[in-house]
Structure formats: structure tokens, C-alpha cells
Nanobody
Framework: VQLQASGGGLVQAGGSLRLSCSAR????????VGWFRQAPGKEREFVAG??????DAYYADSVKGRFLISRDNAGIYLQMNSLKPEDTAVYYC?????????????????WGQGTQVTVSS
């Protein structure tokens, strides 16, 4: 397993969760990384991405101002605040082919197994 996501769970609307993604250094240290999510019956969608230096962060409009992506030598993180029921999904971390932040799933090479986030109303 190249990437391992954790931190999901059940939370009430308005609450917070912090997702973590541990990875072998060779799978992401020189690469952009990102978080995606997939709700039942929907396509996988981009949530947030960051370049190999930890800068140039991009966010989906639906999570701007509520989510924060970060990284360090040990992994990739997604701080999720003010959660809404529509944030309910399986969340995936991913490492891109390049060092530049990307929003398309096709730009990502390695994927974690996913962690379930459920937000109750």
C-alpha cells in the first residue's frame, strides 16, 4: 500500500474532522498531493490540492473557507471544519504524477484506500 488514509468518522453538522494520509516518502515527496471524495451514486470529485512544496493550494468551491490541506514529510492532511451533511462521502488522498497542483483525477498516480466521512444533520 502506497498511501493510507485515516481519520474519517461520524460527526454532527458544524463539527470538525482531520484526515491524515501516511505515505512512503518516495510516493509523494516531490509530487503534488490532493484529496478527493466520492458520494454514493456520484463521480469522484476534487476537494483540495497542494504542490510539492506545500504551496499553491486549490480548493473546490464547495469547501473553500472550511477545509485546509497541508503536508509534511510524514504525510498529507485535510482539516475539515464547519462540516455539512453534503460533505458526506468516502475521502481519498492521492499523489500526483507531477509537482504541480492538479484538479483532475487523471493527474494522480497513487491513491489511498479511502476513509468514510459521515455528517449527520
Amino acid at each position: 500500500v502506497q498511501l493510507q488514509a485515516s481519520g474519517g468518522g461520524l460527526v454532527q453538522a458544524g463539527g470538525s474532522l482531520r484526515l491524515s494520509c501516511s505515505a512512503r516518502a518516495r510516493t509523494f515527496s516531490n509530487n503534488a498531493v490532493g484529496w478527493f471524495r466520492q458520494a454514493p451514486g456520484k463521480e469522484r470529485e476534487f476537494v483540495a490540492g497542494i504542490n510539492w512544496r506545500g504551496g499553491d493550494a486549490y480548493y473546490a468551491d464547495s469547501v473553500k473557507g472550511r477545509f485546509l490541506i497541508s503536508r509534511d514529510n510524514a504525510g498529507i492532511y485535510l482539516q475539515m471544519n464547519s462540516l455539512k451533511p453534503e460533505d458526506t462521502a468516502v475521502y481519498y488522498c492521492a499523489s500526483a504524477y507531477s509537482s504541480v497542483t492538479a484538479q483532475s483525477p487523471a493527474a494522480y498516480r497513487y491513491w489511498g484506500q479511502g476513509t468514510q466521512v459521515t455528517v449527520s444533520s
